[in-house]
Protein backbone atom coordinates (compact mmCIF):
# COMPACT_ATOMS: atom_id res chain seq x y z
CA UNK A 1 0.00 0.00 0.00
CA UNK A 2 1.27 3.44 -1.14
CA UNK A 3 1.07 6.49 1.28
CA UNK A 4 -2.23 7.87 -0.81
CA UNK A 5 -3.42 4.40 -0.72
CA UNK A 6 -3.33 4.59 3.74
CA UNK A 7 -4.00 7.98 4.01
CA UNK A 8 -7.14 7.81 2.14
CA UNK A 9 -7.89 4.69 4.23
CA UNK A 10 -6.88 7.03 7.35
CA UNK A 11 -9.43 9.39 6.27
CA UNK A 12 -12.16 7.61 5.85
CA UNK A 13 -11.29 5.86 9.26
CA UNK A 14 -11.31 9.58 10.50
CA UNK A 15 -14.50 11.12 9.08
CA UNK A 16 -16.04 7.67 10.33
CA UNK A 17 -15.21 8.24 13.52
CA UNK A 18 -16.26 11.96 14.04
CA UNK A 19 -19.82 10.90 13.75
CA UNK A 20 -19.18 9.65 17.02
CA UNK A 21 -19.16 12.59 18.48
CA UNK A 22 -22.68 14.77 19.47
CA UNK A 23 -23.41 18.09 21.02
CA UNK A 24 -22.23 18.85 24.45
CA UNK A 25 -19.97 16.19 24.64
CA UNK A 26 -16.56 15.99 25.97
CA UNK A 27 -14.65 14.65 23.78
CA UNK A 28 -10.35 13.44 24.14
CA UNK A 29 -9.04 14.25 20.80
CA UNK A 30 -5.93 11.67 20.49
CA UNK A 31 -2.50 12.31 18.09
CA UNK A 32 -0.78 11.85 14.79
CA UNK A 33 -1.55 11.78 10.78
CA UNK A 34 -5.29 9.67 11.01
CA UNK A 35 -6.40 11.97 14.03
CA UNK A 36 -5.78 15.11 12.11
CA UNK A 37 -8.08 13.72 9.80
CA UNK A 38 -10.63 13.52 12.34
CA UNK A 39 -9.99 16.94 13.46
CA UNK A 40 -10.60 17.95 10.00
CA UNK A 41 -13.75 16.31 9.80
CA UNK A 42 -15.02 17.66 13.43
CA UNK A 43 -13.56 21.51 12.57
CA UNK A 44 -15.95 21.08 9.10
CA UNK A 45 -19.10 19.67 11.40
CA UNK A 46 -18.19 22.29 13.70
CA UNK A 47 -18.74 25.49 10.82
CA UNK A 48 -21.30 24.06 8.53
CA UNK A 49 -23.49 21.43 11.48
CA UNK A 50 -23.11 23.85 13.95
CA UNK A 51 -21.81 20.73 16.10
CA UNK A 52 -20.90 21.85 19.57
CA UNK A 53 -18.49 20.11 21.78
CA UNK A 54 -15.79 20.43 24.13
CA UNK A 55 -12.20 18.72 23.44
CA UNK A 56 -9.51 17.13 25.75
CA UNK A 57 -6.04 16.84 23.76
CA UNK A 58 -3.51 14.40 24.18
CA UNK A 59 -0.82 16.73 22.35
CA UNK A 60 -0.10 20.35 21.51
CA UNK A 61 0.31 19.42 18.29
CA UNK A 62 -3.71 18.59 18.05
CA UNK A 63 -4.78 21.06 20.45
CA UNK A 64 -3.65 24.10 18.29
CA UNK A 65 -5.15 22.01 15.01
CA UNK A 66 -8.56 21.56 16.77
CA UNK A 67 -8.23 25.95 18.13
CA UNK A 68 -7.49 26.34 14.65
CA UNK A 69 -11.02 25.33 14.10
CA UNK A 70 -12.69 26.87 16.64
CA UNK A 71 -12.76 24.51 18.52
CA UNK A 72 -12.83 24.46 22.57
CA UNK A 73 -10.43 22.86 24.30
CA UNK A 74 -10.31 22.54 27.89
CA UNK A 75 -7.50 20.82 30.81
CA UNK A 76 -8.12 17.39 31.38
CA UNK A 77 -8.13 18.08 34.96
CA UNK A 78 -10.46 20.76 33.90
CA UNK A 79 -13.69 18.30 33.07
CA UNK A 80 -14.82 15.37 35.64
CA UNK A 81 -15.23 13.30 32.78
CA UNK A 82 -14.64 12.30 29.30
CA UNK A 83 -17.25 11.03 27.15
CA UNK A 84 -15.29 9.58 24.34
CA UNK A 85 -12.01 9.28 23.14
CA UNK A 86 -10.81 8.87 19.84
CA UNK A 87 -7.38 7.97 18.97
CA UNK A 88 -4.97 6.35 16.70
CA UNK A 89 -2.54 3.40 17.13
CA UNK A 90 0.48 1.82 15.58
CA UNK A 91 -0.67 -1.65 16.00
CA UNK A 92 -3.26 -3.98 17.15
CA UNK A 93 -4.12 -7.11 18.04
CA UNK A 94 -7.93 -9.08 18.11
CA UNK A 95 -7.37 -8.70 21.44
CA UNK A 96 -7.32 -5.32 21.35
CA UNK A 97 -3.85 -5.22 22.49
CA UNK A 98 -2.29 -2.27 20.82
CA UNK A 99 1.06 -0.25 20.83
CA UNK A 100 1.10 3.76 20.77
CA UNK A 101 3.44 6.39 21.01
CA UNK A 102 4.64 6.66 17.57
CA UNK A 103 4.02 10.08 17.67
CA UNK A 104 5.76 10.74 21.10
CA UNK A 105 2.04 11.54 23.01
CA UNK A 106 1.64 8.17 24.69
CA UNK A 107 2.09 9.66 28.38
CA UNK A 108 -0.70 11.95 27.36
CA UNK A 109 -2.53 9.55 25.55
CA UNK A 110 -2.26 7.01 28.42
CA UNK A 111 -4.06 9.74 30.92
CA UNK A 112 -6.38 10.57 28.72
CA UNK A 113 -7.77 7.36 27.82
CA UNK A 114 -7.85 5.99 31.52
CA UNK A 115 -10.19 9.26 32.02
CA UNK A 116 -12.42 8.33 29.45
CA UNK A 117 -16.06 6.10 29.42
CA UNK A 118 -15.35 5.24 25.94
CA UNK A 119 -12.12 4.49 23.36
CA UNK A 120 -12.23 4.51 20.01
CA UNK A 121 -9.34 4.25 18.18
CA UNK A 122 -9.15 4.66 14.40
CA UNK A 123 -6.42 2.65 12.38
CA UNK A 124 -5.68 1.99 8.35
CA UNK A 125 -6.24 -2.05 7.77
CA UNK A 126 -2.09 -2.35 7.95
CA UNK A 127 -2.32 -1.85 11.63
CA UNK A 128 -4.49 -4.89 12.26
CA UNK A 129 -1.79 -7.47 13.02
CA UNK A 130 -2.01 -11.53 14.48
CA UNK A 131 0.52 -10.62 17.26
CA UNK A 132 2.21 -7.35 17.83
CA UNK A 133 5.89 -6.29 18.30
CA UNK A 134 7.04 -5.15 14.74
CA UNK A 135 6.55 -1.90 14.88
CA UNK A 136 9.00 -0.71 17.78
CA UNK A 137 7.39 -0.15 21.29
CA UNK A 138 7.79 3.31 22.54
CA UNK A 139 8.74 4.01 26.09
CA UNK A 140 8.34 7.45 27.83
CA UNK A 141 12.17 8.09 30.13
CA UNK A 142 13.12 11.03 32.14
CA UNK A 143 16.44 12.76 30.88
CA UNK A 144 18.39 12.20 33.82
CA UNK A 145 19.70 8.63 34.29
CA UNK A 146 18.24 7.87 31.16
CA UNK A 147 21.91 5.67 29.56
CA UNK A 148 21.18 3.59 32.57
CA UNK A 149 17.67 2.98 31.63
CA UNK A 150 19.09 1.99 27.81
CA UNK A 151 21.82 -0.05 28.92
CA UNK A 152 19.09 -1.80 31.32
CA UNK A 153 17.04 -2.71 28.32
CA UNK A 154 19.89 -3.66 26.19
CA UNK A 155 20.75 -6.51 28.96
CA UNK A 156 17.06 -7.50 28.59
CA UNK A 157 17.71 -7.94 25.10
CA UNK A 158 15.09 -5.32 24.55
CA UNK A 159 16.66 -3.64 21.77
CA UNK A 160 16.69 -0.23 22.93
CA UNK A 161 17.34 3.24 20.89
CA UNK A 162 16.90 6.90 21.95
CA UNK A 163 14.30 8.62 19.53
CA UNK A 164 16.08 11.19 17.42
CA UNK A 165 14.87 13.75 15.52
CA UNK A 166 15.67 14.79 11.64
CA UNK A 167 18.96 16.80 13.24
CA UNK A 168 20.04 14.81 15.25
CA UNK A 169 18.60 15.96 18.80
CA UNK A 170 16.67 13.67 21.10
CA UNK A 171 13.29 13.84 20.66
CA UNK A 172 11.43 15.16 24.00
CA UNK A 173 8.02 14.30 24.29
CA UNK A 174 4.76 17.27 25.55
CA UNK A 175 6.34 16.41 29.14
CA UNK A 176 10.11 16.84 28.12
CA UNK A 177 10.90 13.59 28.19
CA UNK A 178 12.69 11.11 25.88
CA UNK A 179 11.44 8.23 24.29
CA UNK A 180 13.35 4.94 23.92
CA UNK A 181 12.03 3.00 20.99
CA UNK A 182 12.00 -1.47 21.56
CA UNK A 183 12.85 -3.09 18.70
CA UNK A 184 11.23 -6.68 19.80
CA UNK A 185 9.76 -7.78 16.68
CA UNK A 186 7.40 -9.96 18.66
CA UNK A 187 5.84 -9.15 21.99
CA UNK A 188 4.20 -12.59 23.17
CA UNK A 189 3.70 -11.79 26.56
CA UNK A 190 2.64 -7.97 26.64
CA UNK A 191 1.49 -7.87 30.15
CA UNK A 192 4.67 -9.07 31.72
CA UNK A 193 6.59 -6.97 29.70
CA UNK A 194 4.36 -4.02 30.78
CA UNK A 195 5.01 -5.00 34.37
CA UNK A 196 8.68 -5.11 33.77
CA UNK A 197 8.88 -1.50 31.81
CA UNK A 198 6.30 0.22 34.21
CA UNK A 199 8.40 -0.97 37.08
CA UNK A 200 11.93 0.29 36.01
CA UNK A 201 12.93 3.40 37.47
CA UNK A 202 12.94 6.44 34.88
CA UNK A 203 10.17 5.02 32.97
CA UNK A 204 7.52 7.12 33.05
CA UNK A 205 5.15 5.27 30.19
CA UNK A 206 5.23 3.07 27.71
CA UNK A 207 3.09 2.44 24.87
CA UNK A 208 1.40 -1.15 25.48
CA UNK A 209 -2.65 -0.19 25.40
CA UNK A 210 -3.85 -3.75 26.59
CA UNK A 211 -7.74 -3.94 26.44
CA UNK A 212 -8.32 -0.43 27.02
CA UNK A 213 -9.97 0.24 23.90
CA UNK A 214 -13.46 -0.92 22.96
CA UNK A 215 -13.73 0.03 19.55
CA UNK A 216 -11.53 -0.04 16.58
CA UNK A 217 -11.94 1.60 13.60
CA UNK A 218 -10.63 0.06 10.47
CA UNK A 219 -10.36 1.81 7.14
CA UNK A 220 -9.75 -0.15 4.37
CA UNK A 221 -10.72 -0.19 0.61
CA UNK A 222 -14.45 -1.56 1.05
CA UNK A 223 -15.00 1.28 3.71
CA UNK A 224 -14.46 1.31 7.20
CA UNK A 225 -15.09 -1.73 9.49
CA UNK A 226 -16.15 -1.78 12.75
CA UNK A 227 -14.15 -4.22 15.44
CA UNK A 228 -15.84 -4.76 18.70
C1 LIG B 1 1.00 9.15 18.80
C2 LIG B 1 0.26 7.90 18.53
C3 LIG B 1 -0.47 7.82 17.25
O1 LIG B 1 -1.82 7.70 17.51
C4 LIG B 1 0.04 6.64 16.47
O2 LIG B 1 1.44 6.80 16.31
C5 LIG B 1 -0.63 6.54 15.10
O3 LIG B 1 -0.23 7.61 14.32
P1 LIG B 1 -0.68 7.80 12.82
O4 LIG B 1 -2.16 8.01 12.82
O5 LIG B 1 0.08 9.00 12.34
O6 LIG B 1 -0.30 6.56 12.05
O7 LIG B 1 0.23 6.97 19.30
O8 LIG B 1 1.75 9.05 19.97
Same mark, same amino acid.
Given at each position: ?31 ? %?? /???? *??? =? ?7 ? &? ?6 ? %? ?13 ? /?? /??? *? ?13 ? +?? !? ?8 ? &? ?20 ? *? ?5 ? !??? @??? $?? @? !? ?9 ? +????? @?? =? ?12 ? +?? !?? $? ?18 ? #? ?8 ? =??? $????? *??? @? ?5 ? #?
Amino acid at each position: MDKAQQDALKKAAGIEAARLIENGMIAGLGTG %ST /VKFL *VDE =LGRRVKEEG &LEFTGVTT %SRRTQEQAESYGIKI /VD /VDD *VDHIDITIDGADEVD +SN !FNGIKGGGAA &LLWEKIVATNSNKIVWIVDESK *VVNTIGA !FPL @PVE $VI @P !FGAGHVIKKFE +SRGYK @PT =LRLDASGKEVRTDE +SN !FV $VDLHLDLIEHPQALADDLIT #TVGVVEHGLF =LNM $VDTVI *VGN @PDGPRVM #T
